[in-house]
């Protein structure tokens, strides 16, 4: 009677089946794109899963500090993906993943919430200096990205200098990141300090408690990282029959799968009218991912793998970065919302999708 209310509920969790008829594929030696498809429809419940645990360890701390636990909880999928990935020696499998994970974070996660968001509410208002903070943090992190590229191009040769530079940046990234961090719990901190009288929220308790949270949330990491290395092991042959690039399912297929949790949180917010939420969490996760994942896996590719990770990305990876930042500050800048700016972020996500899918590799 409990799962069949849990599943009238969340029917998302129908697709835990997949988790046996992955072990049975993989144990049987099925198609490897059968592999593949169960691999990733196991992964999207438990993703899920892990962004409810996420939400009730969020629901008890501030907007700021919820989206962090959001943003990296979030990424948890995703990263555990490109760990694998990486010790696979699939690199450009890794950097395809990193650009499309914050394309898909500015443009398709956020265009989603705000247009469910404004669909239901309106026009929706958030705090525009955090946010304005958040944008100009990810349009540095686009920056020091394209350093390393026309570095590389400058001199293409010297690919020992290449790795060298791409470790300096990336030690410059992640402490830019930390103390972006500082900064936003200071502020947050003085923020609330010096209002005068702070006008009360109601109280939700959260859904779950912290044990069953940390449980759970701990289950599913577990789960994925089963998942990704199954997902991981039949990505090449899997690519050569469905006749896709590695590189389109590095930009498109991996980003979505691994950010499941964080489409569903951020749009769940953003019906509740929590926009400070969501947009903490959409820009937030893609800062993250840019200023603190991507350096952190340059570092992890000395000890991970047969070669060398470095931020030397495909130009049409930078220019589409470069896109996404523009238009997601420009939509973030006035404070406020509506569907209609949702709209234009995904029609501008589902053009660079086309792109990528017709771009030769």
């Known amino acids: 009677m409990r799962v069949r209310y849990t599943l009238k509920t969340q029917p998302l969790y129908i697709l835990l089946l997949a988790l046996p008829l992955t ?108 946010t304005g903070l958040s944008a100009t943090q990810l349009a540095l992190a686009v920056i020091a990205l394209a350093i390393p590229t026309l570095f590389a191009q400058a001199i293409e040769p010297q690919h020992h200098a290449v790795e060298k530079l791409s470790l300096g940046v990336a030690l410059v990234m992640i402490v830019i990141y930390t103390l972006g961090l500082v900064f936003g719990f200071q502020r947050a901190r003085t923020h609330i300090s010096h209002r005068e009288s ?28 089963w998942l990704s290395e199954n997902l991981v092991s039949v990505i090449e042959p899997t690519v050569g029959a469905l006749g896709l690039s590695e590189f389109f399912i590095g930009i498109i297929v991996v980003p979505i799968i691994g950010n499941a949790a964080e489409h569903l949180v ?36 000395a000890f991970v793998g047969p070669q060398r990770l470095t931020l030397v990305f495909h130009p049409f990876e930078l220019a589409a970065l470069g896109a996404g930042t523009i238009i997601a500050a420009l939509i973030a800048q006035d404070g406020e919302s509506n569907w209609m700016e949702g709209v234009q972020l995904l029609g501008v996500y589902l053009i660079i999708a086309l792109a990528f899918f017709f771009l030769p590799t």
């Not at 929220?201 to 859904?207: E, T």
């Open 23 to 130: 072990w049975i594929a993989a144990w049987t030696q099925w198609n490897d794109v059968v592999r593949f498809l169960f691999s990733i429809l196991g992964i999207i419940p438990l993703a899920h899963l892990l962004g409810q645990a996420t939400e009730s360890l969020a629901a008890r701390t501030s907007p700021r500090i919820g989206g962090l636990i959001n943003a990296t909880l979030g990424n948890a999928a995703e990263l555990i993906i490109t760990v694998i990935a990486l010790r696979a020696g699939l690199i450009d499998l890794v950097k395809a993943s990193i650009t499309g994970s914050i394309i898909g974070n500015v443009l398709l996660v956020m265009g989603a919430a705000i247009l469910a968001g404004g669909w239901k509410h309106g026009t929706q208002y958030f705090e525009r200096t955090q």
């Open 198 to 225: 702070p006008t009360p929220k109601p109280h939700h308790a959260p859904p779950w408690s912290l044990r069953k949270s940390l449980t759970l949330l701990t289950l599913a990491t577990v789960g994925i990282v």
């Open 266 to 301: 951020a749009v769940s917010a953003a019906l509740k009218d929590q926009m400070d939420l969501s947009l903490e969490i959409t820009l937030g996760s893609s800062t993250q991912i840019a200023l603190f994942v991507a350096p952190l896996l340059v570092f992890l590719s």
